[in-house]
């Protein structure tokens, strides 16, 4: 709480100060995005953070957004920056938040600095998912960047750059901690997530044409609330401890592992990422992957892409003779698979406009990313635009 | 046979030689193609422990020429790699200079500029050149 606390008072210095510096900028960012979902047994999310989405209707929440950038350049080496966004949360309420803000170092010798609240270098577009201008697709595959569900924390970055004879690399360590809520919608609860000694290193190395990354993060993670906290306590009062210390989701040593391959050659574009999340709890481990190619005709890019996400052991298949924890196993399937097609259009230096369709087909009982009370998971067809735009 | 002629003329006349150019009393000399797009999409400032500045030209049609020969990027590709950076806040967004201003700003040694060859000044000497 106090690194919260920290973190505002920096935030309300920035906004402060900037007024009288002639050093200020600000910039804005966001999508006018739709989605139509066919299947009205599902409702389509971009991620579990929304409860919202399309499900057999038109749906302007799932995409759309509005952000904000401010930076304030102390001097050569010192700025502080921040970005808030505003969009459709996971109780249905247009609302803003501050999405990272920070301190920044820039040694001008290779090193950067960051201290403050920082995206969580997950994915090779984790520091810019909202910003829709910058991506090729509309969202990226939640078969690889919905496995962990946070996406900030509070600490430090440390990122160091350089080049070896034709070829750079970047080295990039993070140390911090996180205070989030989780909802489990399935199950209509929220579950309060406390993140401690999160620690990842990230390698990219290539040249502009080709890149390789490599991600390794862990950390110890609580998820709790009250219901959770009577089902394991009861599961122990029974003595059922094995139950327990096999699912409970306390201090639990967790982590991730990504390699990625891209590519952006002679108009070729191919990118992919797999990922791998161990949380040994009632979380559960699952890994994916997405392969994307596309080529660029000047203003027109088309592209397609194939993603598939497994649990490791199915959670849906869980059968430990309590039927509140079996509920809690049932709700973590996240097996499925997508083949995307679409065209990104660029207009000019501030517009773009997407369009692109999906088929997803959800894997195992009580299944997908996307909303459903069905039991026996079904196909569907999803259509999407998006105009993005940066100023 | 005169339309293709006529084609070929127009296509000569609007498809620049771009150079990337230096001024003379910069330490910097003959760099690398690669050294050339790493500068210029901030993966470095460097080269060979020299600081270097590089600045981008107001004219669309040079800097397209730029995009698509030497950093082999079409330009829809390199706004969204741009904003990408912007918008991470890797790297505040390079202002684009007019032809004055980037004649003043490269007098400054180790800016480097890309330009149509045709305009070299004797007082710049080209550090890459596409082949």
Redesign the interface.
């Known amino acids: 709480m106090k690194i919260k606390r920290l973190f505002y008072k920096i935030c309300i210095f920035l906004l402060a100060t900037s007024v009288y510096s002639s050093e200020f900028d600000i910039k804005t960012f966001g999508t006018i995005g739709g989605v139509y979902n066919d299947n009205s047994n599902y409702i389509y999310r971009k991620d579990i953070f929304q409860k919202d989405g399309s499900s057999d209707d038109l749906s302007f929440k799932t995409d759309t957004l509005i952000g904000l950038q401010t930076s304030l350049y102390i001097n050569e080496k010192f700025s502080l920056l921040l970005q808030g966004i505003v969009n459709n949360n996971y109780n249905d309420e247009v609302k803003a938040k501050i999405d990272w803000g920070y301190l920044k170092y820039d040694s001008g010798e290779n090193v950067i600095v960051k201290i403050g609240r920082i995206r969580t270098p997950y994915y090779k577009n984790s520091d810019n998912l909202n910003v829709g201008y910058s991506n090729l697709m509309i969202r990226e595959s939640v078969e690889v960047y919905g496995q962990v569900p946070f996406s900030s924390y509070n600490g430090i970055e440390v990122i160091y750059s350089n080049i070896i004879d034709r070829y750079f690399y970047t080295l990039q360590a993070n140390y911090g901690s996180a205070e989030l809520t989780v909802p489990i919608h399935s199950l209509n609860q929220k579950a309060n997530v406390e993140v401690d000694d999160l620690y990842s290193l990230n390698i990219t190395f290539g040249t502009t044409a080709l890149q390789a990354r490599f991600t390794y993060l862990n950390a110890d993670i609580t998820a709790s609330n009250a219901s959770l906290e009577q089902l394991f306590s009861g599961l122990r009062a029974f003595g059922l401890n094995e139950l327990a210390d096999k699912y409970e989701f306390k201090d639990t040593s967790s982590e991730y592992m990504g390699v990625g391959l891209f590519l952006d050659y002679n108009n070729i574009l191919f990118s992919t990422e797999c990922g791998h999340r161990k949380i040994p709890s009632f979380f559960a481990d699952v890994h994916g992957y997405y392969a994307t190619l596309g080529y660029s005709f000047d203003k027109f890019i088309p592209f397609i892409t194939y993603a598939k996400s497994k649990m490791d052991v199915p959670t849906y298949e869980a059968n430990t003779g309590v039927a509140a924890l079996d509920a809690l196993l049932h709700a973590q399937n996240l097996a499925q698979s997508s083949k995307t097609i679409g065209v990104k259009y660029f207009i000019d230096e501030n517009f773009d406009l997407k369009f692109q369709y999906e088929h997803v087909v959800p894997k195992g009982d009580y299944g997908s990313y996307h909303l459903s009370s069905l039991q026996k998971p079904q196909k569907l067809n999803v259509f999407s635009f998006a105009l993005d735009f940066i100023f | 046979m005169k339309i293709i002629f006529s084609l070929l003329l127009f296509v000569c006349f609007i498809d620049a030689k771009v150079v990337v150019v230096t001024n003379k009393k910069s330490q910097l000399n003959a760099i690398?193609k690669?050294?050339v797009?790493?500068l210029y999409?901030a993966?470095?400032?460097?080269v060979e422990s020299v600081?270097v500045k590089p600045i981008l030209s107001d004219d669309k049609n040079l800097h397209d020429e730029f995009c698509n020969t030497i950093?082999?990027?079409?330009?829809?590709?390199y706004?969204?790699?741009w904003?990408?950076l912007?918008?991470?806040?890797r790297k505040?967004i390079a202002k684009r200079l007019e032809w004055g201003e980037m004649v003043k700003k490269l007098q400054e040694p180790n800016t480097i500029a890309y330009i149509d060859k045709k305009d070299l000044r004797k007082e710049w000497k080209v550090i890459y050149e596409e082949n």
């Open positions: 690398p690669e050294i797009q790493y999409l993966k470095t400032d460097k600081k950093l082999c990027k079409s330009e829809s590709q706004n969204s790699y904003a990408r912007v918008f991470t806040g505040p």
